[in-house]
């Protein structure tokens, strides 16, 4: 598409930023719907992140995504910061605002919940849950979950003391589980979400045997490369239903490109193919 001087303008900034698939998720939006803009990827170091953002409003653009690592960081940048972002800890969505404010929010508890809603026969009040690991992507599940009704979450992580903070930070719906308890914290639970970059191509198995967990439970994993992880296909052969990770990242896509481009786009097999390609290649 030939872009004219009303073409509207947003982006991801990262460092290294590379490993995105944003703009081709973000372009088959635009050209789906026609729409006079482009999305380009940025790359920009830490110690300029300040700077690239204050410059939106100068350069018209209409806003970015934000990826690793700059999420928390932004947090202190942005003018505005969404109640919910401010819960998670981190912004991975700006928008410039009519006036040039930049208003900060986070889209991954969305796009978590959204993928889970859409392919699985999971309700929140089917049971406790199990998040596995304690970081950032951790902490948007839990609020994620709490906002949806959970009344009992089981956060497992290697590291006993960052289990314990994120338990602490989300009481009173949350439990710290040590590591080596994980097996066990499966039992009775209706939901197990790996949130950690175990079973990631290029990184450490996640070795957790599923042996206590009910045949009726869903088992999520937020990693998308490779699509089937050793978790899921495990999960699978025992019969649990089971959802993948790319999903999350189509979902929480869509209000930033409402955002910035004026269309409230949707996530079909038609996308979740054409991203797909992208991931089949590396």
């Known amino acids: 598409m030939i872009l004219s001087g009303k073409s509207r303008v947003a982006g991801v900034m990262g460092w290294p930023v590379e490993h995105s ?53 932004a947090l202190l ?12 800890g981190a912004v991975n969505t700006v928008v410039v605002g009519p006036d040039g404010a930049l208003q900060g929010s986070n889209t991954d508890a969305f796009g978590l919940i959204e993928n889970l809603r859409r392919n699985s026969d999971w309700r929140a009040d089917d ?44 009481a009173p719906h949350c439990e710290a589980i040590a590591w080596d308890r994980r097996e066990e914290s499966l039992a009775g639970a209706a939901l197990v979400i790996n949130t950690t970059t175990l079973g990631m191509t290029g990184q450490p198995p996640l070795e957790i045997r599923l042996d206590a967990l009910p045949g009726s439970a869903t088992v999520y994993d937020i990693v998308y490369a490779p699509l089937e992880t050793s978790l899921l296909a495990a999960a699978r052969a025992r019969g649990n239903p089971a959802v993948d990770g790319l999903g999350m990242l189509l979902h929480q ?26 991931l089949l290649v590396d």
């Open 77 to 88: 940048v942005c003018d505005q910061i969404d109640p919910l972002a401010r819960r998670i």
């Open 127 to 170: 049971g406790p849950a199990v998040i596995l690991g304690a970081g950032g992507a951790a902490r948007s599940a839990c609020v994620a979950l709490i906002d949806a009704g959970v009344e009992s979450i089981r956060i497992v992580n290697r590291t006993a003391g960052r289990a314990s903070e994120l338990a602490g930070a989300m």
């Open 21 to 73: 698939r944003s703009p081709r998720l973000h372009g088959y939006w635009l050209d789906k719907h026609g729409i006079d803009g482009t999305y380009i990827p940025m790359a920009v170091p830490p110690d300029r992140l300040e700077q690239a953002l204050r410059a939106l409003p100068a350069l018209g653009l209409r806003g970015v995504n934000l990826t690793v690592p700059h999420k928390e960081t």
């Open 253 to 278: 896509a869509r209000p930033g490109f409402e955002a910035w481009f004026g269309v409230r786009p949707d996530v079909d097999e038609d996308l979740r193919d054409f991203v797909l390609q992208d």
